[in-house]
């Protein structure tokens, strides 16, 4: 189908730990979207990426899609507090947006 | 700019009434879109528009309608509110493959 996967559902990390995301597709995605989404908040938009085995850093965090363009992953470094929320891979695909279901980050100071 | 604007923020409905949620932006753009999202999952797509007088469906667009008759609004319409319909619906509007979203209106259906 349209969906991507994602792993781990939740994740615990201490403040200072690093953080990892992974989103799969059983299909050729044309590209992968990250979005953050705040506790009570709305979804963000963090990056696009678009050709294979890209790769996009912004600060602390560093974005990946696979060679084979069927998976991404999110990696934070030194994760802070302020990164605690849900991560989202999204594929874009005709006009329409498909959420994974999200991996939802805890940061323990 | 106010972005993305939706009202109401919170709404108690009882079983079978009717509401509108209404979502508007001032950013110009074509594309909108309506989602919902039930608790500890992602976005699923309800309804979007390309354009004024366009819409289309998304994953899950049973019980919903929405119209689009000018490029700011794009209101959702639920007629015959169910419980399956509790969930908080997220507004979003789209420039260059990016979508801004609005604060999202959470509904409750008993």
């Known amino acids: 189908g349209q969906q991507v996967m994602q792993i781990p559902q939740y994740q615990h990390v201490q403040e200072g730990e690093d953080f990892t995301t992974y989103c799969n597709s059983s299909?050729?995605?044309?590209?992968i979207q990250w979005y953050k989404q705040r506790p009570g908040g709305h979804p963000v938009f963090l990056i696009q990426?678009?050709?294979?085995?890209e790769v996009k850093k912004q600060k602390r965090l560093t974005f990946q899609f696979g060679e084979a363009k069927k998976n991404s992953s999110l990696h934070i470094t030194a994760t802070q507090t302020t990164d605690v929320g849900t991560y989202f891979c999204?594929?874009?695909?005709?006009?329409?947006?498909?959420f994974g279901s999200g991996t939802k980050l805890n940061v323990k100071p | 700019n106010a972005g993305v604007t939706q009202t109401p923020k919170f709404r108690i409905l009882k079983i079978g009434q009717s509401m509108t949620l209404q979502c508007a932006q001032d950013?110009?753009?074509?594309?909108m879109y309506w989602y919902r999202q039930d608790p500890g999952m992602g976005l699923k797509l309800i309804y979007y528009?390309?354009?004024?007088?366009?819409?289309d469906k998304g994953e899950v667009p049973n019980g919903y309608n929405v119209s689009r008759s000018t490029t700011e609004d794009f209101p959702l319409r639920l007629e015959l509110a169910a419980p399956s319909q509790t969930s908080v619906y997220f507004c979003?509007?789209?420039?260059?493959?990016?979508?801004?979203f609005g604060p999202g209106t959470r509904l409750t259906v008993l």
């Open positions: 990426l678009v050709k294979s085995g």
């Open positions: 528009s390309v354009g004024a007088g366009i819409t």
């Open positions: 979003a509007s789209t420039s260059r493959d990016t979508q801004y």
């Open positions: 950013m110009n753009h074509n594309y």
């Open positions: 299909t050729t995605l044309s590209n």
């Open positions: 999204v594929r874009y695909n005709f006009n329409k947006f498909y």
